[in-house]
């Protein structure tokens, strides 16, 4: 059992959780991910570690309510346990001195993007940020990533915060702007619709970008295969060959697809699961 | 004297098994077992025994069955075979024991498997919990004299690696990777041919020995094998097994509803979706599946298809029936609960409808021709044999690899052409001193008892490698 000493709701429908987990605080790097089952019956769901403090011995995650798991896992309350936790699972994201980097991230994706553009910056990169999310109350980590970057820039889908639009007009507008190479490397995290359009936009401009995949996902060892994703043309598997992948190898479609495999189940799951709590 | 008659496994009757996911074979009773136990001839010299990889005084069990003295015979069983209840039920005894047995060659030879779970059985259910309990021997963890080994994985090389051990005396944690210690005994094979509650009966045993078992554990990530000798522990059992999946490579692969055994019968067995949505994992089954191989994943997936609701299950194999490497018993069990055959058949490719579920297979016919390498017959593909079969699902069951990500995590381990860790087969040494390895992970997939004799192996060579360097 793992205690969960710390959780809050920074947003709406999101769910911060500190968690107890010594081994993984001591080892994990950035782009890592762990695995947990709530309970008994629980589903094994992947969710990456935004933030980590090794003399503590916890790891901070931020989870979006989408389904039943993490629906029933936003009924959780400091003190609570968590039945399984495993990791850290995946390749660390690849961190170095690359020059300028734009991080791009929506929704939940900002947790993901955290550590890797803390770690950007303590490489002494110059960090140039585009978050978005589909109104004020949806913002995550906004100081957070202000204070780690050199330039700042923050949509909203609504408007009713930062500029009205999408990160991709953010990014079209620089790129229209600028006159040198915006940046030498892009991140991009976010729904997969969003990493989709903004890789085919860097592609335009030649600006090799990284993106971070989130396919179903079993066991998370490279046991199952659930989570294979075409990347240039080769099978790999987002849990031991990933997350991390070059975004313009990605077979976008045939992501969308499979993320969608289970919807009929997932809605079949969540009625049952609302069910029991109102009977 | 009368010929008493192999007695027949009382089984549950086909048409009602394949709606639910309880027991196959049911068991010998009493008196079936010691009537089978009367046909051993008790060999002076048992041919039986060479056939066994963990070497089990069969003619010395057999006899104590027929004397009534249970309590002797799962004592004599228990001596080699620290899981037998497992052994009993998913043992390929028709290859191993029971071909070499004296009574074969004119007549049918001892049912020397479905003797050892009816023992097996029987000592479960006269150990109660509480009695496991009181025998877990304590531990002392703290204590410098005693030597700590660690066991990766907990599939059947890592468990008995670990019993034998602790038997010996030292201190052994086991890691595991999952959320539940087993292997492929647990995620794999499914709960109708082998039910989970045994193999818990099982790994608590393996626990009362004084063993101690961390799930949630992913050496390599978590921890690596380095830093488990930074952390004490003097030697080091890897039993990863082959967790690799392969698939067939060919165009539609990745289409929805394609799965790779291991994801589906982890799904289903694991994760218990055959229960959804009580429990929280789904899985997605139409009419028409087919399942590509022929081995005891394939039969397995096959079965399980029907258990979830397919109204047509079919295996596509390039070879012919004589090659399928399943075992007898569970490709006549698959026949009878309707599973399909295409023998002499490959994929060729998947098509999609619109939303990528798949929805058809090209399939080629073939032919054997020469033998190969490994003397089996190759299967040629015949010209412009193309057909379609309609499929709302496939599982692909053509074979696992060796886990690649311990192999991988640890600098200078020597490895072979398929990724399997390079041991010494009598001894499990790598080529790093202290570090052993044995079960799928050094052969590729194998068989359960296979793992569990590399098990026993190495943890003998541990205790003299330990008795060495001391
Ligand atoms: C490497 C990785 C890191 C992730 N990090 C985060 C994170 O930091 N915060 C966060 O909120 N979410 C994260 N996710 C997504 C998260 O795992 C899913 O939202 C969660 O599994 C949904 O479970 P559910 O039962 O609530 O929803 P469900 O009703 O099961 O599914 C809702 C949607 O989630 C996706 N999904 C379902 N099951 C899985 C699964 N086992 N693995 C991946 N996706 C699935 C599907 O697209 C599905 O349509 C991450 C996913 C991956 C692969
Ligand atoms: C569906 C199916 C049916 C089968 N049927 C039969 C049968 O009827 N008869 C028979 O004899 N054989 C059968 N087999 C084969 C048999 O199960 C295997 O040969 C045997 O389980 C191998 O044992 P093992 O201990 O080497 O590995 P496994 O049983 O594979 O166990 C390895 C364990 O190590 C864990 N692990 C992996 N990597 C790590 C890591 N980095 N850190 C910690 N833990 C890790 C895994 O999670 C797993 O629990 C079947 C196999 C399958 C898949
Ligand atoms: S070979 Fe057959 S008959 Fe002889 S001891 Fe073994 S099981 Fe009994
Ligand atoms: S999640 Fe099973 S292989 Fe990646």
Partial sequence: MFKILGKTEPATNINKFIIEVPEIAKKVLPGQFVILRLHEKGERIPITIADKDKEKGTITLFVQEVGKTTTEMGRLKTGDAILDVVGPLGVPSHIENFGTVLCVAGGVGVAVMYPIAKALKEKNNKVISVLGARSKSFVILENEIKNISDEFYLTTDDGSYGQKGFVSDVLKNLLATCHSPLANIVFAIGPVPMMKVVSEITKQHNLKTIVSLNPVMVDGTGMCGACRVSIGGVTKFACVDGPDFDGHLVNWNELTCRLSLFKQKEKESLDYYCKLKSA | ?470
């Fill in chain 2, 1 to 470: 004297m009368e010929k008493i008659p192999r007695q027949k496994m009382p089984v549950q009757n086909a048409k009602a098994r394949v709606k639910n996911f309880a027991s196959v074979a049911l068991g010998y009773t009493e008196e079936q077992a010691i009537l089978e136990a009367k046909r051993c001839l008790q060999c002076k010299k048992p041919t039986c025994i060479e056939g066994c990889p963990v070497e089990i005084d069969i003619p010395g069990f057999i006899k104590k069955i027929a004397e009534q003295n249970f309590e002797e015979a799962i004592k004599i069983l228990k001596d080699k075979n620290n899981l037998p209840a497992i052994c009993g039920r998913v043992c390929p005894q028709e290859t191993q024991c029971e071909i070499k047995c004296v009574l074969t060659k004119k007549y049918e030879p001892v049912a020397i498997g479905r003797l050892e779970r009816f023992i097996a059985d029987w000592g479960i259910e006269q150990i109660q919990d509480t009695r496991y309990k009181k025998q877990e021997k304590p531990r002392t963890m703290n204590n410098e004299q005693q030597t700590k080994i660690a066991v990766v994985g907990s599939g059947p090389a890592g468990l008995t690696c670990a019993a034998d051990l602790a038997k010996m005396g030292y201190n052994v944690d086991l890691f595991e990777s999952l959320h539940q210690p087993g292997g492929v005994l647990m995620y794999g094979i499914p709960e109708f041919r082998l039910p989970k509650k045994i193999v818990e009966y099982e790994i608590n045993y393996v626990k009362s020995l004084g063993v101690s078992i961390s799930t949630n554990v992913l050496i390599g990530k978590t921890k690596t094998v380095q830093e488990l000798f930074d952390d004490g522990y003097k030697a080091v059992f890897i039993g990863s097994g082959a967790g690799l999946p392969q698939f067939l490579g060919i165009p539609g692969e990745n289409l929805n509803r394609i799965y790779s055994a291991n994801e589906f019968l982890t799904r289903v067995n694991l994760m218990k979706a055959y229960l959804f949505p009580e429990y929280d994992t789904p899985i997605n089954i139409g009419r028409n599946v087919v399942v590509f191989g022929a081995g005891n994943v394939a039969m397995d997936s096959a079965r399980v298809s029907l258990r979830l609701g397919a109204d047509n299950v079919t295996i596509i194999y390039r070879r012919t029936e004589k090659e399928m490497p399943a075992r007898l018993e569970e490709i006549e069990n698959a026949k009878e609960e309707g599973v399909k055959f295409h023998l002499l058949t490959a994929p060729v490719r998947f098509i999609g409808d619109e939303n990528n579920n798949v929805i058809k297979v090209e399939c080629l016919k073939m032919e054997l021709g020469e033998p190969d390498a490994s003397g089996r017959r190759r299967p040629v593909p015949i010209q412009n044999s193309e057909f379609i079969i309609d499929i709302d699902t496939a599982v692909i069951a053509i074979g696992q690899n060796p886990n690649p990500l311990i192999p991988r995590t640890i600098p200078g381990l020597q490895l072979g052409k398929h990724g399997n860790i390079i041991t010494d087969e009598k001894t499990g040494a790598t080529s790093i001193p202290g570090i052993f390895a044995g079960g799928d992970i050094a052969t590729g997939a194998a068989t359960v008892i296979e793992a569990m004799g590399a098990g026993k192996r190495a943890a003998r060579a541990i205790n003299e490698y330990l008795k060495k360097s001391n």
